[in-house]
Each structure stands twice: as structure tokens, then as C-alpha cells.
């Protein structure tokens, strides 16, 4: 996930996402999505503007879906990656329910008339009121962080007469993800419980009137790759599951988090299937419902980001490419030092020129740069770019940071291009001052 340095030798020619995003495909000059242009897209709808593709997100929740049909599992997509309402409306009709961390996330699922019976509540700072919340609402699950948010919700339950579905998230001391941002499932990390406290708060509150033991739950970080982490973490929690029913806690559940990694470049992920078939196998034996919370690898590589370039220019030989998306639009590379490849969406017949150049933003700040030294196309003013794999983390982290108006979002099927966002306008960044 780091950036290269400058003096690594480029891949010549530059990378094509095409070759590894499906539903994003040259049509003669032309980049389509499906089967819509993507310049006639930034003609119409301006600049910068995210796309996604229907089918990919489609395609992604059926894969996991198919690949788990040998396991009592259900699917929680994880809002936190995408959380535009037609994003989530989508996937509810495919059938998938939700992992939540706020009850602002909860209040797009409602806005977007999904049962709370399809939620999943994680987070490790939920307050009193959003707790209250989603017990009113009838959610599926609260995966509780601590010893203290169990007592709040044990008070809230009583107070409303409601008993909680509740898991343990445990801390499982495993090393997984792709930066140190993302991995969550260390011992110094903020989430979850360790074992031997989780063990406590389930037989001390065994008996508990208002809460009802569901299950155990753990998520080790996001953009695993490697899935002998994710092996680990199975094996610790089918451990777990296993000292708790000696206890006398039969659990029903256990949620395993989400965390399957993406190609965005030189990545070389573990597909879909082959992730879903380790889940099956470490799981299967112990007879519990499975949860699932995948965000990133669901919507991840259906989305790209269009920008136009502003300018280009050279500094002390240096060329930069000055694009009109800047680090409040897209932050990834600003925040993990993420690569997401930049590709202009047309190409002539002749073989380009290749050029290196910084892609950066009109933000100001040096890390509104999206790729160092990154080999392109020579392209002018004007030329409209895609940033590849902005389908995850990408509009949900967007800001207004310098005074900029957050992007549009464009969902696409075959060939309707649908306004799923519109771009914010001027009077969008003073309202409410
Ligand atoms: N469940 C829980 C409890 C989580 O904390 C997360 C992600 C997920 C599920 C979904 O994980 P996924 O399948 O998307 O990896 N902004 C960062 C990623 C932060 C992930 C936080 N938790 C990025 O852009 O890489």
C-alpha cells in the first residue's frame, strides 16, 4: 500500500484496471462503464464526480453469497464503505444485511427503508442515546466493546423493557491489514475486548434478565491480503466458542468482520470464493450462524473517481499534472499512503507518450497528492482522468476542506447513468453557518 519512491522503475506501460475491473471496459477509444461512456458522463454531470458500476456491486455480493451457500452465513455489508442510500437500497434487494457503527448509519438504512432486523451495531464508542436507538428500532445485534457499554446497555434494555441481542467483540491479537491505520486486532488496538476479559463479562452476566447471548464477534483490520491471518483469527475464535461452551454459553453466532483486501494496483489479493471457502471450512464444524461484515470488497473496485485535468506543469524538471479532485475528495493516498491508479479515459490510436508526473490536487497541502512520480499518458488541460478502486472509503471520507464542494455520485446500469448524489453546491458549504 505505500506510495513507490521515485527512483523505483516504473511499469511500463502504464497499469490498465481495465484488465482486473470487469464492468470497466475500452469501447474503442473509449472508457465504459457497463455501457456508458464515462466522458459523456463528465460532460454531463461535470467534474470531479464518482462512478459505480451496478453490476460490479451486484456481481461482488453474489459471489460472496454463492461461495458461502454451504454455510448457515449472512452477508452484513459494512455501510461504513459506501453508505449512499441507493448503494444500500441495492444491496438489501440482493438480499445482504448490514453492519453499522453509528446511528447516523443507522438513520441512512432507515431513510433507505431497511429493516433494522438486518443490522448489526459494532463500534467501540456507541453513546447511550444511539444504544437507546437501535434497541427501539429492533436491531439484529450489538457487538459490545466493552464492560462499560454492556452495563449502558443492560440499563437501556431494562429501561425499555427490550431484551439485547449481544456478542463479546473480542480482541484476538492477530496482525492483519494492509497499514497501520486498518489493522484492528492487535492488543494495543482500541477495539474489541481481550479474551480473558471478554470470557469474564460473559459468565458474570450469563444470567443477565436483558441481554440475550447471541455470539462472539472480531473484525483484525481491512485490506487483508493474506489469509493466514484470517486463518488465525478463525482458529482463535472457534477456541473461544469452544472454552464458552464448557462454561455453559452456547453461542448461536459468531461474527468474523469484514476485511477481504482488493487489487487497486500491484495487489494480489485472495478472491472472493477462495476467502468464503476457508470461512466455510474453519466454521462449519462448530454448527453456529456465521455473520459476515465485507465492505471494501463489495463496492471497492466498482467505483472510480473522474477528475479533469486543470493544468500541468514542471517545476525544476518535475512535471505535475494539477487535477480538479483534490485530497477532500478522495483522501486514501493522503491518509495510508494508498496507490489507486489514475488512467486517462480515452486513448487514440498511436501509442502514446509516456510521461512520470506527480498527480496531485489544488488543495493546499503537499499531501493533496494522489501518486508520486506515476508513469501517464502525456495529458493536457481539459482531459478527463479515472482514479481506479474509489468505490470504498472514498465520497463516505470526503470533506469541504477548502471550502470544496463534495462530489457527485453517479450510479450506473447498462446505460443509464443515474444521479445517486447530487454535487454539493456553493450554497450547500455555508448552510447551516
Ligand atoms: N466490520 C468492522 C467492525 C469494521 O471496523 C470494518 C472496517 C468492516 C467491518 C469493513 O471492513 P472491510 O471489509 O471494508 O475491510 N478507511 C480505511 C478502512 C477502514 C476500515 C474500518 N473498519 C481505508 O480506506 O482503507
Known amino acids: 500500500m505505500r506510495s513507490r519512491a521515485p527512483s523505483e522503475t516504473p511499469p511500463a506501460p502504464p497499469i490498465d484496471p481495465t484488465t482486473f475491473t470487469p464492468q470497466f471496459r475500452w469501447r474503442g477509444g473509449d472508457l465504459i462503464c457497463e455501457r ?21 456491486i451486484e456481481a461482488n455480493y453474489r459471489e460472496y453469497s454463492a461461495a458461502l451457500r454451504g454455510l448457515s452465513a449472512t452477508i452484513c455489508y459494512s455501510v461504513k464503505a459506501n453508505s449512499n442510500l441507493s448503494i444500500l437500497r441495492l444491496l438489501a434487494r440482493y438480499g445482504s444485511s448490514f453492519d453499522i457503527v453509528s446511528g447516523g448509519e443507522l438513520y441512512r438504512l432507515q431513510q433507505s427503508e431497511i429493516s433494522p432486523s438486518r443490522v448489526v451495531f459494532s463500534g467501540v464508542g456507541k453513546t447511550r442515546e ?40 473480542v480482541n484476538p491479537d492477530v496482525e492483519a491489514g494492509g497499514h497501520r491505520h486498518i489493522a484492528t486486532g492487535c492488543h494495543q488496538h482500541k477495539f474489541g475486548l481481550d479474551w480473558p476479559a471478554a470470557r469474564r463479562l460473559y459468565r458474570t452476566h450469563r444470567d443477565s434478565q436483558w441481554l440475550n447471548w447471541k ?10 491480503l493474506d489469509l493466514k491471518s484470517l486463518r488465525r483469527e478463525l482458529e482463535r475464535l472457534v477456541e473461544f ?16 468482520g469484514g476485511g477481504l483486501g482488493i487489487r487497486y494496483a500491484f495487489e494480489k489479493p485472495p478472491s472472493i470464493s477462495q476467502f468464503a471457502g476457508i470461512v466455510t471450512r474453519a466454521l462449519k464444524p462448530l454448527g453456529c450462524h456465521v455473520l459476515l461484515e465485507p465492505g471494501r470488497s463489495i463496492v471497492g473496485p466498482a467505483g472510480v473517481l473522474l477528475t479533469r485535468v486543470i493544468l500541468t506543469k514542471v517545476n525544476r524538471g518535475k512535471p505535475f499534472v494539477v487535477v480538479d479532485a483534490g485530497m477532500n475528495d478522495f483522501i486514501r493516498p ?33 499531501g493533496d497528492c494522489f501518486l508520486h512520480d506515476w508513469p501517464i ?44 448524489r447530487r454535487r454539493e453546491s456553493r450554497n450547500d458549504l455555508v448552510h447551516g453557518e
Open 36 to 56: 456508458t461512456s464515462l466522458a459523456e458522463i463528465a460532460t454531463r454531470h461535470g467534474t470531479p464526480t464518482y462512478v459505480y458500476s451496478r453490476a460490479a
Open 130 to 169: 444511539e444504544i437507546g436507538e437501535a434497541l427501539r428500532a429492533g436491531i439484529l445485534l450489538f457487538n459490545v466493546e466493552s464492560e462499560a457499554e454492556l452495563e449502558v446497555l443492560q440499563d437501556e434494555a431494562a429501561r425499555l423493557r427490550k431484551r439485547a441481542p449481544v456478542a463479546i467483540r
Open 215 to 224: 455470539g462472539i464477534s472480531a473484525h483484525v483490520g481491512s485490506q487483508i
Open 241 to 256: 466458542v469452544g472454552e464458552l461452551r464448557r462454561d455453559g454459553i452456547p453461542l448461536q453466532c459468531i461474527d468474523i
Open 334 to 366: 493522503a491518509l495510508y499512503s494508498a496507490v489507486h491508479p489514475v488512467t486517462p479515459i480515452k486513448r487514440g490510436k498511436t501509442r502514446p507518450k509516456i510521461i512520470r508526473a506527480d498527480i496531485v490536487g489544488p488543495v493546499c497541502e503537499s
Open 377 to 420: 499518458e502525456e495529458v493536457q488541460e481539459g482531459d478527463v482522468l479515472a482514479l481506479w478502486g474509489a468505490g470504498a472509503y472514498g465520497f463516505v471520507e470526503a470533506s469541504n476542506y477548502n471550502a470544496r464542494p463534495r462530489p457527485a455520485e453517479i450510479l450506473v446500469s447498462g446505460i443509464i447513468a443515474k444521479i445517486v
